[in-house]
């Protein structure tokens, strides 16, 4: 690989994390690869009754913490190396939950926009006619991320039930309620979170009327958007991927997820909101105590997180500041509250899931809520304060976190100086 892989940026966190812990090299080794990529491409017959295939990835990164787990995407501009990345982050982010799983991620190369729902369907359920034997309750669980979701987890549960001639719910998270999924799962990666920031609000210097500008008006934005608002702070600054608006004296919340229902942009509703139409890259800039980042990776970079004037950013979405980006926000003083501990809370609601659906017993919203909640003040206080005793930042002490839960189940098989003698 070379040096500019969006893996090989994301191992400089690893290799930064492994200069604070006392770690065998073993250690190391088998983290900077990951465990199995199988690669496919899925043939469907489409509604006019032509065949097309697309290319489709399953990555397992590791699984010393416990089964492999991760989102499927479906996106026009997925690649192998975006697919490792992603499985690599979700190994780190389940460590850093304490969750007994290890990271996947899955992909098929195609803009689901252009398929009718009947496509959809089919491409879905030959996601898991290609990967069933790679897929498990017990091996790699996967769950909804970038254009899939709940219908879509219901199409591919199905079909491993019918393929291995069981009902096995716990295979595939993020599903419909009424096909075993979890109450809470919508809105549980904007939960964590909020639940995040609301517990450190003091230490970062926010307070309860903080203002707010979210990047990517879609499901974490827009629930991070309503949690946000009903608690008193003041969302001034949204954006999709048509544009963006701005209103200092607040946007109305309700009123803007009620359009994007509709199906209407963002900058559509400018004028009815009291509020400008920004470009995407202003909205980075905008004057405001929190930028949310919930669109995709790599958002703020060395070329524009200069420009970014809020004192602390929260990553809903996976990997929106480059190495680059972070190095110029620390220099600033802004406080990264990174994805593998912001964005944990949809990981850890699916986790919710898979035990509900193993033990059929299943737990009730305010029940979800709590648990959520504990896990997120413990392991976001436990970060927080490795990153004041170390004085790194709260990324690093979130990957030294992680690296340590990771380091020592790793090292419980052996290590060079176990067998060496």
Known sequence: MSDDTLLDRALIRLEEAANHLKIDQDVIEKLKYPRETTKTRLLIRMDDGSRKSFLAWRCRYDDTRGPTKGGIRFHPDS??????????????KCAVMNLPYGGGKGAVRVDPHQLSKSELERLSRAYVQAFANI????????????????????????????????????????????????????????????????????????DKDHTVAIQGFGNAGQYYARLSAADGNSVVAVSDSAGA????????????????EAGRRVADMASELGAKVISADELLSVEVDLLVPAALEDMITKDNAGTVKAKVVLELANGPVTPDGDKILNEKGVIVLPDILANAGGVTVSYFEWVQNRQGYYWDLEEIHARLLKIVE????????????????????????????????????????????
């Open 245 to 260: 608006i701005y209103r200092p004296g607040g946007l109305d919340v309700e009123k803007l997820i009620a359009g994007k």
């Open 378 to 421: 413990r392991e976001g206080r436990a970060i927080w304060d490795i990153a004041q005793s170390r004085k790194v930042s709260v990324r690093s002490a979130a990957y030294i976190h992680a690296l340590g839960r990771l380091a020592n189940a790793i090292e419980a098989h052996g290590t060079q100086p176990f067998f060496a003698g």
């Open 79 to 92: 690649t192998v190396e975006e697919v490792e990345t992603l499985a690599f982050w979700m190994t780190f």
């Open 135 to 206: 897929i498990g309750p017990d091996r790699d669980i996967p769950a909804p991320d970038v254009y899939t979701n709940a219908m879509i987890m219901g199409w591919m549960s199905d079909e491993y039930n019918q393929i291995t001639g069981e009902v096995s719910p716990a295979v595939i998270t993020g599903k419909p309620i009424a096909l075993g999924g979890s109450l809470g799962r919508n809105d549980a990666t904007a939960r964590g979170g909020f639940y995040l920031v609301r517990n450190l609000a003091a230490e970062l210097g926010l």
